[in-house]
């Protein structure tokens, strides 16, 4: 609603549901394309030749349709050149042609825009090696050869892999600091004997395992809602005794999850430090069971509401943990609710 200020009303030029489909496209192009122009004015308002800006995008294999054509606007723009961007993604991900990011990229690279292709692979075993040899302090490389080697055979190199599984090695006493020796040590034949695991999902949900139950809890609740999520919902959706008259020593508990590199505190919400660790939260709830989790979330949200501001501020939040429980919904009732839920979110 803030944005309006700068955009304009939305109601002025409202969609109507009975206008026809011509009409709507229209309006809706008209609207798209306001919007694009005020954000091309907004970065020009911050941006110039005495302070040019990097923009850095991840995950960009995720982004809709709308989103890229923002984002090509802003490239696009002839009147911008004190911006660098940043887009960052998975290749192995939006190799179909029919992905919304493989259009975004073929429609920029048939421009005159300059674009720099970077490509990251896994890491190789002297990669691997150095780190070692960086974090382990020992005197020479050649220490730490048959450690890297291990470990780049049991991760293929992957770099999340990788740091997961070191800590994993230390968190399981197969990495330890010898004080008699002044040294790092670690236990060959064990370390051989263990699992090559596939992804990082795998790896990363055997560390959650580890954790204290409550704690597994608020990290699988949390992945039900998304990459983050905001404190009072966390504490609201984990049922967490005595919340309300303290919190902070509640959400202490999850400083272990934070210690521990799995998510990260910003302000007023927590968030997951990486996709693969949501994905290795979530594959802990069984599959059979998600849609009945989702619904709890969302009905636990939606009574929450104490009034229409609520309903609207989290009316989406609401929607999506609904509609990915309606498996679960016995009541005819609960499905009519449902429909006008999302018919009000639209």
């Not at 967490?240 to 999850?257: V, Y």
Request: charged share 25%; with cysteine.
């Amino acid at each position: 609603p803030d944005f309006c200020r700068i955009i304009g009303s939305s109601s002025s030029n409202s969609i109507s549901r009975e206008t026809n489909s011509v009409d709507n496209t229209g309006s809706w192009m008209q609207q798209k394309n306001r919007f694009n122009y005020i954000f091309r004015l907004l970065v020009g308002a911050i941006t110039g030749p005495t302070k040019p800006i990097i923009l850095f995008l991840d995950d960009l294999q995720w982004a809709d349709a709308a989103s890229l054509d923002l984002i090509s606007s802003i490239i696009l723009d002839s009147e911008e050149r004190s911006m660098l961007v940043i887009e960052s993604y998975r290749e192995n991900e939006v190799s179909n042609n029919d992905h919304p990011f493989f259009s975004h990229l073929r429609e920029l690279r048939m421009t005159s825009i300059s674009i720099t292709d970077i490509k990251i692979g896994n890491m190789t075993r002297s990669d691997i090696n150095k780190i070692l040899f960086a974090v382990i302090g020992m005197s020479e490389l050649s220490q730490t050869e048959l450690l890297a080697d291990i470990i780049y055979r049991k991760t293929g190199g992957n770099a999340l892999l990788v740091n997961q599984f070191i800590k994993y090695l230390w968190d399981d006493g197969l990495l330890w600091f010898s004080f008699r020796q002044r040294c790092w040590k670690w236990d060959t034949k064990t370390l051989e004997s263990k699992d090559v695991f596939k992804n990082a999902a795998d790896l990363i949900s055997q560390k959650i395992l580890f954790l204290p139950t409550d704690i597994q809890l608020a990290l699988t609740k949390m992945a039900c809602i998304g990459s983050q999520c905001d404190i009072t919902i966390l504490l609201l959706i984990c049922n967490w005794n005595g919340a309300n008259k303290n919190p902070p020593r509640t959400l202490s508990k999850l400083d272990i999850a934070v210690e521990e590199g799995l998510v990260r505190k910003n302000c007023l919400e927590y968030c997951f430090a990486h996709d693969q660790i949501e994905s290795a939260a979530y594959s802990l709830i069984p599959e059979e069971q998600r849609s009945s989790w989702h619904l709890e979330v969302g009905k636990k949200i939606q009574n929450s509401c104490g009034s229409e501001k609520d309903i609207e501020r989290l009316i989406f939040l609401v929607a999506d943990q609904l509609n990915r429980g309606k498996l679960s919904m016995k009541e005819e009732a609960e499905r009519i609710s449902l429909t006008e839920l999302n018919y009000r979110a639209a």
